[in-house]
């Protein structure tokens, strides 16, 4: 069983809904990534959380909104999602700092934007 | 720029058979670190294995082997005597060494039927 628990596993949106991803774990990490997956290709780095700020930000549109309110939960705000925005989210963590990598992930939360 | 060249898409070997999985990467840092993770159909990635660049060691673990070699930018992965449990999508990684963001393969699928 993994580590990092994600919510919903499966979420269908409409274009001008608001809906959350919720990422949580107990590990003791204090680095936090969200990933964006689409099908057959390898996960894109969306945003990396480290001691509860925000500290890489790869030029994601606002229509996606990181929130990091304790070293333990990490949310993904979405709002006026476009289809293309379908894939799967995954949220994972480690400990922080350059280099080691030992990403920690979830099972994702699989997103379908109508 | 780094560069993570997973050549081979599919593999599709019967059980019990060997494979080797292919992984060339390109970096100018001379520190890095390499991983490979498995993602199976549940859509987890599995973290498998970190390689430093300072450590050319191969290494086994069970039925899993890693051949590291600097000289051919290779880090290879082989499967001795496959199973129908190993039938995932298999992503390399180089981790940037200033950002210590993770640069994935395409991956490659491996298919083992019984």
């Known amino acids: ?114 | 720029a780094q560069k993570v060249t997973q050549a081979q898409t599919e593999i599709s070997v019967v059980e019990k058979e060997d494979v080797t999985l292919d992984c060339v990467y390109e970096t100018r840092d001379t520190t890095y670190y390499l991983f490979w993770y498995k993602q199976p159909p549940s859509g987890e990635l599995v973290f498998l294995i970190r390689r430093n660049s300072f450590d050319e060691q191969n290494e086994i673990s069970g039925r899993y082997s890693w051949n590291f070699q600097k000289s051919t930018s290779s880090f290879n992965f082989t499967i001795t005597a496959s199973q129908v449990v190993d039938s995932a999508v298999y992503f390399c990684a180089l981790s940037d060494g200033n950002t210590g963001k993770l640069i994935f393969g395409q991956g490659t699928t491996l298919q083992v039927k019984p």
């Open chain 1, 1 to 114: 069983d993994t580590e990092v628990t994600q919510t919903p596993k499966h979420l269908v949106m409409g274009m001008t809904n608001k809906k959350s991803l919720k990422c949580e774990q107990h590990m003791g990490h204090r680095a936090m990534y969200w990933y964006k997956q689409k099908a057959k290709k390898p996960p894109e780095l969306m945003f990396v959380y480290s001691y509860e700020k925000l500290s890489i930000n790869e030029s994601v549109p606002s229509r996606f909104s990181p929130e990091c309110p304790n070293s333990s939960l990490l949310n993904l705000h979405l709002h006026a999602l476009q289809p293309e925005d379908s894939a799967l989210y995954l949220c994972a963590s480690s400990r922080p700092g350059t280099g080691l990598g030992e990403l920690f992930f979830g099972e994702g939360s699989r997103l379908t934007v109508l």
